[in-house]
């Protein structure tokens, strides 16, 4: 009941006309950059943080701004899954499976109206799933210690990379570098600087804005440079037509069993760390394939059940994703980790005392949630015709576009020359570690992660007279440890099975279409 | 061998980080962990991911050829450029040159990108200066 007055609080909060426009702005920006391909929902935000952050926006229309560009790019990514074949962002990878059938049967508009329904569903019932869990999840938090933080901060790491992680070497390298780049600066607690090598521009440390915008957007541009298309080929993308945009409710209807399992299943993948909403859409996919049509026949190859399942899967993961992310601080994906930047820039701190210290800001922003979905479904379908037109601008214009507006944010944050210096030679980080297949999610943690991580580890020996052996002195860190290392090695294990299994999913079924 | 070298490379980066480790000054006032432990800890991470890409690489990627090399290299020239330049040239010039040159490599017909560097400046200037009254830098012209 506590939690439904709460709810109710959060409402009057997001409710005032500046809210209410900021979340319609940031759906509308985030669908459109989620059905962009090369500009998923972690670039998107990315982009848009510094912005918010000049525009000197408080800190809970910021939020409302930001996660609507989370939940739109969740809607935004399956757009031109369906349409072209290409994945707008990785969890709508399986949504192509059966989209892209539907859409060469003429049916696109069919697919793109079912799968904003579906998105609809699982974002809308993992929103509820977060009002009710994340209070729960939140008491158990209050029980940790520096100790326990420091445990769960290392559980993060070690299970950043996910199931289907390949090299876990290069998990742990991402992570150790992400957290030596936050070591540079003054040292928060004796007061020394530390890698500083005498720049008084590293005194106050690498702004983790920066260091988010050029691994993410700036490597972005390197990638479509290196990846250029001559003009023949990009003209010969495939012309589609998108037939009537509203679902009957015979297909609805028909869906809806499928839509609700995945959800929970979504969801689940969400909050478990190190699953995300990729592996919720992929699990979502398999397990209602195995369940409605365990001989292949109509899976693939344009099944309306298809395109529903994993948009609700990787819509609920999206909204499950957020319950550690606000409860304990502490993000399991990519995303997540970019909007506990935006946290951490406002001045607000994530975790167990967000919920007590400035509940308007959690409930506000649960509440912004509820809306936005109801505004994105009300977006999606009858003008979804509007964001296919988007998808028409070819990335020639847009990355230079993208890259320009990411010096802007950062620039107007600082203005200074140095800090778009730096981001410049992340960007050029970025491309390399991409390259070399070493993921940028740790990084970023790391950075944002690390001075947090370290005065946890300093506080606990500290208070224990300079004895490490508290680092494992109770048994909740115990139990952390343990999830921890086992989340680091069972990839080793396991996750090139897992891999292959989400490959040759989307190869056999792509084969059979082609 | 392409993970041999990134190996090499972190083995080394390793190694610098943990020396300038050592090398911070500690003060007289610390705590029982001091400033040097933890980025000790990572270092030895590092040293050890390093070490394991040096045994077991992965296979190659596929390296674009020089000519695609350059081109980033060359981009990443002119974005360094465009962030020195920006205080001195002001917002409109230098962004319209700058994304001019981005989006001619990236595949438009010269001319062309001549119109959408502009474009793209004069787009941005109106959206986040004149809507949303972001201070862009002014530069010399003033404006």
Redo the contacts between chains.
Sequence with gaps: METLSNLADGFAVALTFQNIALALAGCFLGTIMGALPGLGPSNGVAILIPLAFTLGLGATPALILLTSVYYGAMYGGRISSILLNIPGDEPAMMTCLDGYPMAQQGRAGEALALSGVASFVGAFFATWGLVLLAPQLVKVALLFGPAEYFALFTLAFATLGGISATNQAKSAFAAALGLGLAMIGVDTQTGVPRFTFGEVHLYDGIDFLVAIVGLFALSEVFIFLEHRRSAAEEAAKPKIEIGRITPSWKMLRYCTPTMLRTTVLGFIAGVLPGAGASLGSFISYSMEKKLVDPEGKTFGKGDPRGVAAPEAGNNAAAGGALVPMLALGVPGSGTTAVLLAVLLSLNITPGPLLFTQNPDVVWGLIAALFIGNFMLLAMNIPMVGLFTRVLMVPPRILMPVVAMISFVGIYGISGSSFDLMVMVGFGIMGWVLRKMDVPLVPVILGTLLGNEMEVNMRRAVTIADGDYSVLIGSPLTIVLWCVAIIGFILPIFVGGVVKRKMRTARDKEASQTD | M??RI?GGI?LLLALI?AW??TI????F???????K???LI??C??A???V??LL?P?PE?T??SYG?LA??FF??LV??A???L??VLG?LIA?AL??GY??W????PPLQSVV??VG??V??YIV?KLI??????SGILGF
């Design positions: 392409s993970d990134f972190g980080y300038q480790a911070i000054q500690e003060s006032l610390s705590d029982a962990v001091g400033p432990t933890f980025p990572i270092a991470i590092l050890l991911a390093s394991y890409f077991k992965d990627p390296w674009p695609r081109e980033i981009a990443a974005m360094l465009y962030a020195e920006l205080p917002f962004t700058a994304s981005l989006t490599r990236l595949g438009t959408v560097g793209t400046s787009g941005i986040f949303l009254g972001l201070s862009l830098a």
